[in-house]
C-alpha cells in the first residue's frame, strides 16, 4: 500500500494498451493445457553472439581502465570502427569525432532523438505499422505523432505525397525504417533521395533506422539512407549491433550522420545516462571487424528458415511475400479472420504465438508477424500444424 494516491504523468497513462499482455496470457493458457508452444512472436536472434566478441569482451572486462564511467560520445576507437565499417559496407565518409556517437543500443537513441528536436506540439511522422518507440519517444517529448501508413500497395514504403503539405511544414521530425520490421519492405536508394528532396523542401530532421541492414538473403544489400546524395545534410541513421551479430542484450549501437544531428542527440545524453560500458565497446570494434563469413552464416540460416517457412505458407494458401531482408514475415490474415483473432487462432489450436499486426499500429490490421528466429525444424512443423488445423 502507498501512503497516498500514487498517479502516474499523463504521458504513462495515455500509452496504447499493451496488446501482448492479451497474448501472453492466451500463451500461458496453452502452456497450462499441456501444449508446445512454437514461438513466432519474438524479434530476438536465438542464435549466440560470435565466440570472438565474447572473447573481446573477456579480455577487455580484465582491463581496470574500462570500469570507470565511459566517455559520453563513446570510445573514439568505437566511432572509427563504426566509420570504417561503413565506408567498407555502403562506401559512405564519416568523420568518427563528429558524425558518430555510441549509443546503449539503438533504441536508447531512437527513444531519445524527439527530446533533441520536438517541442511541445510539433510533429513527428512515424511509419505505421512501425516500431512503437518512434510515436511512444515523440510523445514523451511533448510531440504529437502523425502516423504515415505502410500499405502494400506501395510496397509498404510511406507515401510522401499523400502527407498533406501543412502536415509536412509542421513536421520536425520523420521516423523511417528500412529493412522495415514488421512489414520486411526494403526501400531502394531511389526512394532515400526522395525522402531527402522532401527533407529539403519540408525543412524535417530524417531519422532513418537501419537495424536490419545485413539481415538480408539473395546477396541483395539493402542501401543505408546516407548513401542517398544530401542525406547527411538532412539526417542521421540509427544503427545496432543488436540483430547484426546476435548481441540484444549487448546493449550497444550507434547514430551516423548530420554532425549538428548528432550533437543535439548527444546533448540529451550527457544529461541523463553515461555512455557504453567501455569493455563492450571494445568487444564492438571486433564485431565491426569480424571477418564477413561470421555474418554470411548467420544470414544463410535466416535463408534456410525462410526458404522453409514462406513457401510452407504459400502451399497453404496464406498470401505472403517472400522477405527480401529482416527476419519477418508479414502474412495476411484469411478472409474472416481481423489480426486479433487469427492470432488468437494459431495460439489456441496450433500452440503458435505470432504477433497481431495492428499491434504495430492500426494500418497493421489485417496482418499477422512471423519470424524466422526459431529452428527450421520447428518452422516445419509450425507450417505441419497450421495445415492440420486449418482456418
Ligand atoms: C531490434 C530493433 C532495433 C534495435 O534495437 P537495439 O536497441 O539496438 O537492440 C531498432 N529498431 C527496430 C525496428 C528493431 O526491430
Known amino acids: 500500500m502507498s501512503a497516498f494516491p500514487i498517479t502516474y504523468a499523463e ?8 496488446l501482448f499482455a492479451a497474448i501472453d496470457d492466451m500463451k500461458r493458457k496453452a502452456i497450462e493445457r499441456g501444449m508446445d508452444i512454437i514461438n513466432l512472436g519474438v524479434g530476438d536472434p536465438d542464435l549466440p553472439t560470435p565466440t570472438p566478441i565474447i572473447e573481446a569482451l573477456q579480455r577487455a572486462a580484465m582491463d581496470p581502465r574500462h570500469h570507470q564511467y565511459p566517455s559520453y560520445d563513446g570510445l573514439l576507437s568505437f566511432r572509427t570502427a563504426v566509420a570504417q565499417w561503413y565506408g567498407r559496407r555502403f562506401g559512405v565518409d564519416l568523420d568518427p569525432a563528429t558524425e558518430v556517437l555510441t549509443l546503449i ?4 537513441g531512437i527513444g531519445h532523438v524527439p527530446l533533441a528536436f520536438l517541442d511541445p506540439g510539433d510533429v513527428a511522422l512515424v511509419p ?6 518512434y510515436p511512444v519517444g515523440t510523445s514523451f517529448a511533448g510531440g504529437t505523432p502523425y502516423v504515415m501508413p505502410l500499405r502494400k500497395e506501395h510496397g509498404f514504403l510511406p507515401d510522401l505525397s499523400a502527407i498533406p503539405s501543412d502536415v509536412a511544414r509542421r513536421a520536425k521530425l520523420m521516423f ?7 512489414t520486411a519492405a526494403v526501400a531502394s536508394k531511389e526512394f532515400f533521395e526522395q525522402v531527402v528532396e522532401f527533407a529539403r523542401t519540408y525543412e524535417i530532421i530524417i531519422c532513418h ?14 542501401p543505408s539512407f546516407l548513401e542517398a546524395a544530401g542525406a547527411k545534410d538532412v539526417g542521421i541513421e540509427f544503427h545496432s549491433l543488436s540483430k547484426t551479430f546476435n548481441m540484444t542484450g549487448w546493449r550497444i549501437g550507434f547514430a551516423v550522420g548530420n554532425r549538428e544531428v548528432i550533437a543535439g542527440l548527444g546533448k540529451v545524453k ?3 545516462d553515461s555512455g557504453v560500458f567501455q569493455a563492450i565497446q571494445e568487444a564492438g570494434i571486433t564485431a565491426l571487424e569480424l571477418d564477413t563469413q561470421f555474418t554470411d ?27 527480401a531482408a529482416t527476419f519477418y514475415a508479414w502474412v495476411e490474415v484469411p478472409e474472416g479472420f481481423t489480426a486479433a483473432s487469427f492470432t488468437a487462432h494459431l495460439i489456441e489450436h496450433a500452440g503458435i504465438v505470432t504477433t497481431p499486426g495492428n ?3 492500426e494500418p497493421g490490421e489485417g496482418y499477422i508477424r512471423m519470424t524466422l528466429t526459431t529452428s527450421k525444424d520447428r518452422l516445419a512443423e509450425a507450417v505441419e500444424r497450421i495445415r492440420k488445423v486449418g482456418w
Not at 11 to 18: A, D, M, N, Q
Not at 176 to 182: A, D, I, K
Open 270 to 272: 550527457t544529461n541523463i
Open 359 to 361: 499491434g504495430f499500429g
Open 128 to 133: 505505421s505499422p512501425g516500431y512503437p518507440v
Open 11 to 18: 504521458r504513462i497513462r495515455t500509452l496504447p494498451p499493451y
Open 176 to 182: 523511417l525504417n528500412s529493412p522495415n520490421n514488421p
Open 105 to 108: 543500443g539503438s533504441k536508447e
Open 297 to 323: 552464416r548467420i544470414r544463410s540460416i535466416y535463408q534456410e528458415r525462410r526458404d522453409v517457412l514462406i513457401p510452407g505458407l504459400q502451399q497453404l494458401g496464406l498470401a505472403v511475400g517472400k522477405p
Open 209 to 222: 533506422d537501419a537495424a536490419y541492414s545485413e539481415i538480408y538473403y539473395d546477396g541483395h544489400r539493402p
